[in-house]
T-cell receptor, first 114, second 115 residues
């Protein structure tokens, strides 16, 4: 079975500072990892994904994520946070044998203060 | 391209009733998945449909069912509603051409409140 953990319910950061939202996963075989963001009263918006290759993945809105196989982590990062980045962030994993099913972490609320 | 659309956006029902939610995928997408989002349980996979067939199913009771039509539009039905079924129901579509690396694109969701 696959699982995802997002150890922080909330992350607070000042505007202009770097941000990190943590994610660790458990899956059999090679993982396919995704980050989504959810704004109030909206669905999930895709940010980026790791399939294979370079461990640093670049995505939308200046976000990037670093895949670390030994630590089974896929942390989301951004060099300079914006107030508009405040939202709920979800990490998800899909196993090769899981069809299209995504397993999500519990979500991390990011609060960026001016 | 238009995104994934879901109707209705909001719904209020009472216990014991049934409800049908609709999802229209992105044009050309053939796989449709449904997820339930609640504050307590987070995001949980309900089922996935491809070519009018259920291809994968999560751990939900049989009261939750779905179907897919030949134009890839999908519906999910919940019978004998319970208070705990109050949730945001999200639909996601994907082309089904890239295997497990494929990105799913989500609709805005239908918020169901069961009284």
């Amino acid at each position: 079975a696959q699982s995802v953990a997002q150890p922080e319910d909330q992350v607070n950061v000042a505007e202009g500072n770097p941000l990190t939202v943590k994610c660790t996963y458990s899956v059999s075989g090679n993982p396919y990892l995704f980050w989504y963001v959810q704004y109030p009263n909206r669905g999930l918006q895709f940010l980026l994904k790791y399939i294979t290759g370079d461990n640093l993945v670049k995505g939308s809105y200046g976000f990037e994520a670093e895949f670390n196989k030994s630590q089974t982590s896929f942390h989301l990062k951004k060099p300079s946070a914006l107030v508009s980045d405040s939202a709920l962030y979800f990490c998800a994993v899909r196993a090769r044998t899981a069809g299209n099913m995504l397993t999500f972490g519990g979500g991390t609320r990011l609060m960026v203060k001016p | 391209k238009a995104g994934v659309t879901q109707t209705p956006r909001y719904l209020i029902k009472t216990r014991g009733q049934q409800v049908t939610l609709s999802c229209s995928p992105i044009s050309g997408h053939r796989s449709v998945s449904w997820y339930q989002q609640t504050p307590g349980q987070g995001l949980q996979f309900l089922f996935e449909y491809f070519s009018e067939t259920q291809r994968n199913k999560g751990n939900f009771p049989g009261r939750f069912s779905g179907r897919q039509f030949s134009n890839s539009r999908s519906e999910m039905n919940v019978s004998t509603l319970e208070l705990g079924d109050s949730a945001l129901y999200l639909c996601a579509s994907s082309p089904n051409t890239q295997g497990p690396q494929e990105t799913q694109y989500f609709g805005p969701g239908t918020r169901l409140l069961v009284l």
